[in-house]
């Protein structure tokens, strides 16, 4: 198609990469965000070979490596703190590392600065409170009270996607896996050159963000999907760390800052169906919400965005370009959706037990195909 214009509805990983692609191409895009300061949690995020080379394609690959750590190895722990395996992880982009550990904040500012200088705007505090599509275009309403009118409509607004509901409002909610995550910064010892991930019920990972920084990430069964208020958030972080290897109970006791704690229970969605309807699109967690289990979450909404620019590029009409970008995208992702699950169940009992080392290696393998 040639240029079109385009919003993207949601200003995280997949909407800004979104952009950034689309921009390559000579399309003309905005991006809106609902949060008025555009802020992202302080935490880390692991990035694996299939992001290094998306970044690579993206013409990113020198800011996102120089704003965090690269490394080639995923080291697997039993619960005692037994090291039982180092998984050799493949170079994607020669000469490059293999997998990056990054703060969420430094990721997001990259991806927002390219977004900018490649000529998308951003307008931050907006949401879309209705989609009008009549064919031709989306006639869009914004929480502002103005109207836009687009050639196409990307919702990368997450896994409680309101395009999402908009486009298909009997689809089921994202299903919560009995499980959530914990995470936390630490300074960064100076021999942590690797993920290191901890077996068990409480699954622990710590993962180098920086030179100074690295953060911990825990698993933990959450019967009922509980609500934990803020006071008091570091301290139930300590307790579900008490049975854990001694190195991992040694850094619990640093977990002092209520306000350094992000939790948050893990939901899992697949949609089966079409990721679009008519001129609108759904890219990232709004479509194939994964837990973190193998790391590739942020990696499947980044390859989301490249396939569709692809396709769109390619195609003669939105309807091709969308059932293309499907066709290219579904069951990759749905392995690491259903994969990740698998290990999150066999880790609260709710199936069987799955091994860390053989299932990473297995994803290593797939996601290092083209996309």
Known sequence: MKAQTILVIGGGIGGLTAAIALRSRGHRVTVIERDPTWSVYGVGIIQQSNVVRAMSQLGLLD??????????????????????????????????????????????????????????QV?????????????????VHFSDGTREVYDLVIGADGVYSQTRKALFPDLPDPEFTGQ??????????????????????????LVPVSDALMYMYVTTPEPGNPRYPREGLAAAMRGKLAHTAPAIQA??????????VVYRPLEVLLVDGPWHKGRIVLVGDAIHATTPHLGQGAGMAVEDSIVLAEEIERAETPQQAFEAYRARR??????????????????IGKGPPVDNAKATHAMFDVVAQPI
């Open 180 to 205: 959530a995550v914990w995470r936390y910064n630490f300074p960064r010892p100076a021999d942590l050159d690797v993920l290191q991930v901890y077996n068990g019920p409480t699954g622990v990972g």
């Open 330 to 347: 579904f069951e990759r992702c749905a392995y690491i959706v259903r994969e990740s699950l698998a290990i999150c169940h066999g880790q």
């Open 63 to 120: 800011d996102y490596l120089s704003a965090g750590v690269g490394f080639d190895a995923v080291e697997i722990f039993m619960p005692d703190g037994h090291k039982i395996a180092r998984v050799p992880t493949p170079q994607l982009v020669p000469g490059k590392p293999a997998n990056v550990g990054i703060g969420r904040p430094a990721l997001h500012k990259v991806l927002g600065d390219r977004a900018i200088a490649s000529g998308a």
């Open 251 to 260: 850094l619990a006791r640093q977990i002092l800052d209520d306000e350094g």
């Open 123 to 139: 307008r931050l505090g907006l949401t879309a409170e209705a989609l009008e599509d009549d064919g031709a275009g989306v006639d």
